[in-house]
Every structure is written in structure tokens, then in C-alpha cells.
């Protein structure tokens, strides 16, 4: 993805195929964010992000053990969740968000102003 550069926030990707983590890594430019894939994390170390944006394709059958996987490598990372099974009406900082046990939940396709709003308001906590 990018070179890391001191003093930037770090995203971590996760589950995105590489279409998405290219659009996300282009969105995230305009917070100054770098982005790092899942694959080009560390192995074995689970490394320093200040925020993890996780696509996952079924949460009703693979969502807690994808976030809590996550959660479980990088302990205090807020999470935002994306998924296309989310309903169009599903907030932010909501239900979803409460039951799958992440800072934040986003229905997909995700515009570039919501998904910048809501990674630039889990980053700010």
C-alpha cells in the first residue's frame, strides 16, 4: 500500500479485495492516513493502528469472529465495519455497530463522504 510516514495515522485494511483497498487507500489520502493492508501486516506482531476498516461479506455467519479476531490482535483499535448485507438505513454509530461489537457500521457501496466522516470521527475518539 503506502510507505509509512512518522506522524500519520494508520488504517489497517482488512478482508477488502484489491479494488476496494486501492479506493479506500485513495479516499484515505485526504485525512493524511496510511493505509496497510492485512497481508502487509507485521507477522506475528500486531503492530500499532490507530483505526481497522473490515469488509465482511456475511456478518450474520462470520462477523463476530472477524471482529473479534481483529480485536484480539490490535486491542484498543476502533473498527469500522462494511458490508453489502447491511440495510441502506443502518447508522453509524447504531445498533448494527453495537451488536457486532464495532465503532462503527457502513452499509455497502459507501460514498467517499461517509466513509471519510466516519473514519475521521473513529479517529478523533
Known sequence: ???PTAGRQRVLVVGAD???AGLLQAW???LDCE???EADAPAGAPGR???AIID???PRQEGRDLVQRIAQRHPGTPIVALSAMFFAC???FGQVSRA???SCALPKPVSREALLDAVGRVLAR
Request: aromatic share 8%.
Open 35 to 37: 493505509v496497510v493492508a
Open 100 to 102: 457486532l461489537g464495532v
Open 18 to 20: 484489491d479494488e476496494l
Open 1 to 3: 500500500m503506502t510507505a
Open 49 to 51: 493502528f490507530d483505526a
Open 56 to 58: 465482511i461479506p456475511f
Open 28 to 30: 484515505l489520502a485526504a
Open 90 to 92: 443502518v447508522e453509524c
